[in-house]
């Protein structure tokens, strides 16, 4: 089977996905991955590396407070998802979304936040975040990008702020490793369902790779 | 200067970058990158790493026929640049393109593409990238997703397509290193001026990240 893909081109697009998730099952096995190999957390896992094709995320994704099935729950239920970038939301399924009664939002570039963060004199990361647990403070946050709003976001934790699930995965070198290892432990200790890319690695494709993963979960319980 | 960042949180946007760049410049010394620092390809290069904090592309990243001296040049002329996703169209600096009068295009959500894919009985990104040739010939196309586009726009330029740039970089295990490798070499053959992200990775974020790199350079030199 190895060199099938070879010898003859796969050209079905879900034959392509299904012989992808074989490679990056095979080679998670080889890397002595330390998942179950069928529980959510490796489903999860596994449409990140086959966004990124990157198995760092084996060793960096980490999970709290059974925060997929939280995920899967709220969706099911119609939460809505917030991203931090409209890059994040335009990756985000639409037909999974209608079929929950789902919805996505970014409110990074609204007017309202460019102006609030030009007042505060701080970025519009931190406004949209505080708009977001405004309007949706039941919602899924997923941040790709910004570090600034993950410390934001973990003031509105200490303060009481419940999201159903939170997914920190920014990529960077500044201040990036530092806001999610926070984000982390407080969502840790509050009990608050995360999913935190650890180290330096992470982005927008990661954010949408993880919550569009949680909602084919969602749809699949449907 | 190197424990700044773990003792004083940089805040201002504009420092995050370039105590990035910073990082990023130290570690791709240390690394012994082929990249004389004062070039195009650096500059191209360390977006990347910015967006991914992945220094595989040091050696993934490709470039042939001059292809980032002719993506300035298109873009200080404003040609547009169409892309293969919603989502790596949407991470396109918009500020950037409306300086140059350049644009982003992407038509794989299109209702005319989807209706001839069916027809067809071939994937919409080989439609939209047929659509893309037909209205934007001269364009900067750039595919980080698919690697049907890439066959497609193969067999474009052997019939003589002459497109601005290729920007080739989809992530994947099923089809996208032979994709990337023969539309590198096609170009390589061809005089097209291409970007190429060799082996497994890349991604939307990615081929934006080169956009945004080039447009960015091109404002400059306005």
Avoid: W
Avoid at 3 to 24: F, L
Avoid at 61 to 73: C, H, K, Y
Avoid at 99 to 112: E, I, M, T
Wanted: aromatic letters at 4%; proline letters at 4%.
């Amino acid at each position: 089977m190895s060199n099938d893909s070879k010898t003859t081109r796969i050209t079905e697009p879900a034959a392509i996905e299904s012989r992808s998730m074989e490679i990056i099952n095979e080679e998670l096995r080889a890397r002595g991955a330390r998942f179950a190999s069928d529980n959510r957390e490796l489903v999860i896992l596994r449409r990140v590396i086959h966004t990124t094709a990157d198995f760092d995320f084996a060793d960096n994704l980490t999970f709290v407070n059974s925060a997929t099935d939280a995920g899967v729950s709220a969706l099911a239920q119609g939460s809505p998802i917030v991203t931090d970038t409209n890059m994040a939301k335009a990756g985000i399924s639409r037909p999974a979304l209608v079929r929950l009664g789902s919805s996505a939002h970014c409110f990074v570039a609204d007017p309202d936040v460019a102006e609030a963060a030009r007042e505060a004199q701080t970025t519009r990361a931190v406004m949209a975040m505080r708009k977001a647990l405004r309007l949706h403070p039941d919602a899924i946050l997923a941040v790709g990008n910004a570090p600034t709003a993950l410390f934001e976001l973990c003031e509105h934790l200490r303060a009481g702020a419940q999201p159903a699930l939170v997914i920190a995965v920014p990529v960077g070198f500044v201040n990036v490793v530092e806001a999610k290892e926070e984000t982390l432990a407080l969502c840790k200790e509050l009990g608050v369902p995360a999913i935190v890319a650890r180290g330096r690695k992470g982005g927008s494709t990661v954010a949408t790779a993880i919550a569009n993963a949680l909602l084919y979960e969602a749809t699949r319980t449907k």
